[in-house]
């Protein structure tokens, strides 16, 4: 009885592989088959590395998408394309190439693919929109721009937003730093916290008490999101996976609709009460609600009772400049959803960019302690004790070259976010087909050894003329170029300058004794590119006068 039962195992085992086996190599046939076909119609599309079927290139990326892209280009040229699973991707390598497409042919590069990940529920049931993932057109271009308008309007690149928001927060993270007495720390989630802090007060006008339950659950769950967003890239580009029950799937369903409801309690503002900011000031949020709706219910009662002499409420300097208010159509851009989408878009762009390059920052000046003494030296003798201000950036061209080497040298959005084309493009005697997928690889800029000579050695000189001033080279383009380039660049330049010039006049970062260097070719592209773990020690260094 026993044999007949493993035989009959057996054979229902080998039954079930040999039917796998059967079914795989089918999809494999259709699959080339299919391939081969949209190679046909594709056929001008430039060369490339040849992919596995189904997969494509994806198994060839490894850890490091930007460093294998960027060798390609070596043997296939500045424009090539690969295939991801089944996604045919444009890749655009070296400044002219780039600045060509999304400068010159700025509209024809300025779409967002349609990828799983994109598709977060602000997007697909709620049918907001925002900015980051969304496809180009008019409404996009206004939504930027207003948004980009009201950072200026909200102080950032001016000292008053530095005194409302910077300085409470700074101060709060100098005393959590001087806490650790200088034993060895991860720093990431005392930054983390910090640097969301500053985006919460931006955008909500409030900020939250550090390990606060609530706090520390909402950061986890954007944590948690970067993750899932690494972990279903593969379903991005082969999207029958997304119909399969696969929990990881209904995982990111279920944190990235939690993430959606609590911006939304904070947009209505349910839960302000209990965090307020005692250096309260006017955000995103609180502008939307009484400008923007103000103006809103002017323009609805203008077209029941239009008056002669009827003076418009002042709704802000930065809707009324240019006198171009009369073709601003509101609805299709400040609906109230699109407003939250867009306040989504700020807080899960804002933080990790800004807190993962002050963390590679921090490691180069522990490994290169004299860069760090030369930063310290020319903070303290133009500041001595003082706050550092964003007013003293051309005082201190040193620290500046210093953050401009820390974002050239390991910078954390190595392939920008992907883009697609609006249009069928002649782009380098090819034609690159409407909706396909664009990768900027703007590694290879920063990385170009014409362009930065010995481009791995982290050498803030390279930043300054013979005058010691810092010099703003056209490749540098940490924030990307054209009509999809970083909308809070002035915020982010704004942080990292008050952040990083505050804790080097504060503190020395080193490695823990005995810790050796972390190895930097494992850090790894997440959603960002982040250093390998590793621990410092940030020492006190005490008052200077
Ligand atoms: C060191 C910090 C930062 C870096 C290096 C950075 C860099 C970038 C890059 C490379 C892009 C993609 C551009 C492209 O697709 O061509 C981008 C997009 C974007 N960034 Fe930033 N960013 C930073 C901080 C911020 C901050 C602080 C905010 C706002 C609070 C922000 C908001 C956005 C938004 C909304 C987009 C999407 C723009 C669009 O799709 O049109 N970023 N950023």
Same mark, same amino acid.
């Given at each position: 009885m026993g044999a007949l039962q493993t035989i009959c195992r057996q054979l229902i085992l080998y039954t079930s592989l040999r039917t796998v086996l059967v079914f795989t190599l089918v999809v494999m046939v259709i699959f080339m088959i299919f391939q081969t076909f949209r190679g046909k119609q594709r056929k001008n599309l430039p060369p490339g590395p040849w992919g596995l079927p189904i997969l494509g290139?994806?198994?060839?990326?490894?850890?490091?998408?930007?460093?294998?892209?960027?060798?390609?280009?070596?043997?296939?040229?500045?424009?090539?394309?690969?295939?991801?699973?089944? *996604?045919?991707?444009?890749? #655009?390598?070296?400044? !002219?190439?780039?600045?060509?497409?999304?400068?010159?042919?700025?509209? @024809?590069?300025?779409?967002?693919?349609?990828?799983?990940?994109?598709?977060?529920?602000?997007?697909?049931?709620?049918?907001?929109?925002?900015?980051?993932?969304?496809?180009?057109?008019?409404?996009?271009?206004?939504?930027?721009?207003?948004?980009?308008?009201l950072f200026r309007v909200l102080g950032v690149g001016r000292t008053n937003l530095?005194?409302?928001?910077?300085?409470?927060?700074?101060? *709060?993270?100098?005393?959590? #730093?001087?806490?650790? !007495?200088?034993?060895?720390?991860?720093?990431?989630?005392?930054?983390? @916290?910090?640097?969301?802090?500053?985006?919460?007060?931006?955008?909500?006008?409030?900020?939250l008490v550090h390990n606060d339950p609530q706090y520390e659950g909402i950061l986890d769950t954007v944590h948690k999101m970067y993750e899932l967003n690494t972990k279903l890239n593969v379903v991005n580009f082969v999207p029958f996976l997304e119909k399969l029950p696969l929990p990881v799937l209904k995982e990111f369903d279920e944190v990235s609709t939690r993430l959606v409801l609590q911006v939304i309690a904070w947009f209505k503002g349910q839960e302000n009460n209990k965090h307020?900011?005692?250096?309260?000031?006017?955000?995103?949020?609180?502008?939307?609600?009484?400008?923007?709706?103000?103006?809103?219910?002017?323009?609805?009662d203008e077209k029941v009772t239009l008056k002669e002499n009827d003076k418009k409420p002042a709704l802000n300097d930065s809707i009324q400049a240019n006198g171009q208010e009369k073709d601003v159509k509101l609805d299709s851009i400040f609906s109230e959803n699109q407003i939250i989408s867009v306040a989504i878009d700020l807080f899960m762009a804002g933080f990790e960019t800004v807190t993962t390059t002050l963390r590679w920052g921090f490691l180069y000046m522990a490994l290169h302690p004299e860069i760090q003494a030369k930063v310290q030296e020319?903070?303290?003798?133009?500041?001595?004790?003082?706050?550092?201000?964003?007013?003293?950036?051309g005082a201190l061209p040193y620290t500046e070259a210093t953050i401009m080497e820390i974002q050239r040298l390991n910078y954390v959005l190595p392939l920008a976010v992907p883009h697609s084309t609006t249009t069928d493009v002649e782009f380098h005697d090819y034609t690159i087909p409407k909706d396909t997928m664009v990768l900027v690889n703007l590694w290879s800029v920063m990385t170009d050894p014409v362009c930065w000579p010995n481009p791995d050695k982290f050498d803030p000189q390279r930043h300054l003329n013979e005058r010691g001033r810092t010099i703003r080279h056209d490749v540098f383009t940490?924030?990307?170029?054209?009509?999809?380039?970083?909308?809070?660049?002035?915020?982010?330049?704004?942080?990292?300058?008050?952040?990083?010039?505050?804790?080097?006049?504060?503190?020395?970062?080193?490695?823990p004794d005995g810790a050796s260097a972390p190895v930097f070719e494992e850090g790894t592209l997440a959603s960002t590119f982040s250093p390998p773990y590793h621990q410092l020690c940030v020492v006190s260094r005490g008052p200077k006068t």
């Open positions: 290139c994806l198994p060839y990326l490894g850890r490091d998408a930007h460093v294998v892209l960027t060798r390609w280009a070596k043997t296939y040229g500045d424009v090539y394309s690969v295939r991801f699973g089944t *996604v045919p991707v444009v890749v #655009l390598n070296g400044f !002219g190439v780039i600045k060509e497409a999304l400068v010159k042919h700025g509209v @024809d590069f300025a779409g967002r693919p349609d990828l799983f990940t994109f598709r977060t529920p602000h997007h697909r049931g709620l049918r907001y929109k925002g900015i980051l993932v969304e496809n180009y057109d008019r409404q996009l271009e206004e939504r930027r721009h207003y948004t980009m308008r530095e005194s409302a928001i910077f300085k409470s927060q700074l101060e *709060v993270l100098m005393k959590d #730093l001087t806490n650790t !007495g200088g034993k060895a720390i991860d720093i990431f989630p005392i930054l983390r @916290d910090s640097v969301a802090n500053i985006t919460l007060g931006i955008i909500f006008g409030f900020r307020v900011d005692s250096n309260h000031m006017k955000s995103f949020a609180n502008w939307y609600k009484t400008d923007v709706l103000k103006y809103k219910q002017y323009e609805m020319e903070i303290d003798s133009n500041l001595g004790d003082q706050n550092p201000s964003i007013t003293d950036k940490p924030f990307s170029l054209g009509k999809r380039s970083c909308v809070g660049a002035a915020l982010a330049r704004m942080e990292l300058f008050l952040f990083f010039t505050s804790l080097m006049q504060k503190f020395t970062f080193r490695l």
